[in-house]
């Protein structure tokens, strides 16, 4: 397995414990529709969560939560949109959070970012 897509899994993996360490109730992962694919789809008790999942091995090439453009950001609400229409969930009881994950050795530095679109 490639080093960069093992690297993302763990990094999933661990928001996965990160997320219901909180309490969090995970209802999907890697959930895909024909426009692309949500990391995790969540509960936190109150809303519906979409938690996209950036990885990385270091902060050499800048932060993880980075990655996240205007344009990236409003692709997450549509999948966000699409996948509460295909789970019967009105779509303003979603909000999309970006963790993003730097390795730390054995573990992960989590940054957390609620509701950024």
Known sequence: MKAHISLGRRGEDAATDYLLELGWTILDRNWRCPDGELDIVAHDGR???????????????????????????????????????????????????VLGLVSKGTGFSIDHLREVC
């Open 47 to 97: 809303r519906h969560v979409v938690c996209e999942v950036k990885t990385r091995g270091s902060t050499r090439f800048g932060d993880p939560l980075e990655a996240i453009t205007a344009d990236k950001a409003a692709r997450l609400r549509r999948l966000a949109w699409r996948w509460a229409a295909a789970h019967g969930v009105g779509s303003a009881n979603v909000r999309v959070d």
